[in-house]
């Protein structure tokens, strides 16, 4: 089953506006991450954020965590094209199982 | 720089053949794991290990196995290749001892099947 849930699916956006992603999961966590991957591509790996974190920034990315809602969203403020990929997160739950797990992510179009 | 590798970008081969793919890295990480990737059903762990010689079922090991004799080293191998094993294999790799924290991506193994 999917621990961690993004949503919209796909979301297309003009160059310089803000693009918000959202993750939902299941069960507590250690951490939440964000990775990027770009078309035909590894993962990138964007941001970690902890359970007893509430938001974390790096660059344009923020990054929230509400733990009472189970739930992340990543903001990409002033995207650019280059922006395109699809992004996903991935959690690591207090299940015993040393791994993290991942959505089935969100596709982000920037049009120039 | 960090780097996981891996030794195929592209794969094709016949149904009932036995298939290797293997993934190296240069960061002297303890966590390695196998992730197959099909659209809409995101990431799936396959297998990971968190040390030489040991290894964890992940989500999705059937039709599989895996191989981890040195520690930079993680093999995937499928035992006799059948068509619903057309996907993007993808392997990576984490430093911390809880496998928990960031990984390190390979640039994936795109498998096809015939």
């Known amino acids: 089953s999917q621990q961690g849930e993004e949503d919209p699916q796909a979301l297309s956006i003009q160059e310089g506006e803000n693009a918000t992603m959202n993750c939902s999961y299941k069960?507590?966590?250690?951490?939440l991450q964000w990775y990027r991957q770009n078309s035909g591509r590894g993962l990138v790996h964007l941001i970690l954020?902890?359970?007893?974190?509430r938001e974390k920034h790096s660059g344009r990315l923020r990054v929230t965590l509400d733990t009472s809602k189970k739930s992340s969203s990543l903001l990409i403020t002033a995207s650019r094209a280059a922006d395109t990929a699809s992004y996903f997160c991935?959690?690591?739950?207090?299940?015993?199982?040393?791994?993290?797990?991942f959505g089935s992510g969100t596709r982000l179009q920037v049009q120039p | 720089d960090v780097k996981v590798t891996q030794s195929s970008r592209y794969l094709v081969k016949r149904t009932g053949e036995k298939v290797f793919l293997e993934c190296v890295q240069d960061?002297?990480?303890?966590?390695m794991f196998w992730y197959r990737q099909d659209p809409g059903l995101g990431l799936r762990l396959i297998y990971f290990s968190y040390d030489v010689k040991m290894k964890e079922k992940g989500d999705i090991p059937e039709g599989y196995s895996v191989s981890r004799e040195k520690k930079e080293r993680f093999s995937l191998i499928l035992e006799s290749a059948s068509t619903n094993q057309t996907s993007m294999y993808l392997c990576?790799?984490?430093?911390?001892?809880?496998?928990?924290?960031?990984?390190?991506f390979g640039p994936g193994t795109r498998l096809t099947v015939t």
């Open positions: 954020i902890r359970s007893n974190e």
């Open positions: 991935a959690t690591d739950a207090w299940t015993g199982r040393r791994a993290l797990t």
């Open positions: 990576a790799s984490s430093g911390e001892g809880l496998a928990g924290d960031e990984q390190y």
């Open positions: 960061m002297d990480h303890e966590n």
């Open positions: 069960t507590s966590i250690n951490n």
